[in-house]
């Protein structure tokens, strides 16, 4: 093998674990106090988004929250330099998508859920 083929293999494997490493490593991180999404079962009149189709692969905090015996998520830990949340998928990019999703059903401090006939104020709480 040619010095010249060997150096550029080796390039690209140096590149390939680096992305890799930046996929797996922001999930490691974390510092301070962790954020919960947490649900909390309401009576209201207000136009709700409907959850019924979503996964807990797509939304793992507000499925996890529903699903809970407490109505809170797993916690989520911010990173350095809000670094991590470029590269990982957090409990606000959840509660943002369920309001982009239906602008009517946002709160002040959250978005209104209706999953299996129960509706939730969700909302993420850092306590």
Avoid at 18 to 46: F, M
Avoid at 61 to 69: D, F, H, K, Q, R
Avoid at 82 to 101: L, N, R, S, Y
Avoid at 115 to 126: M, P, S, T
């Amino acid at each position: 093998m040619r010095r010249v083929t060997r150096n550029l293999l080796i390039a690209i494997a140096l590149v390939v674990v680096a992305l890799l490493a930046l996929g797996a490593l922001p999930s490691y991180l974390g510092s301070g106090d962790p954020y919960y999404l947490t649900v909390e079962p309401i009576e209201t009149n207000g136009t709700v988004a409907d959850v019924n189709n979503v996964s807990d692969r797509r939304y793992p905090y507000l499925v996890g929250a529903i699903e809970s015996a407490d109505g809170r998520s797993e916690g989520y830990q911010t990173g350095p330099y809000g670094m991590k949340e470029w590269f990982t998928h957090t409990p606000f990019d959840e509660i943002d998508a369920v309001t982009k999703q239906n602008p009517t059903a946002a709160t002040e401090n959250g978005v209104r859920v209706s999953r299996d006939g129960q509706v939730y104020h969700a909302e993420v709480v850092r306590p």
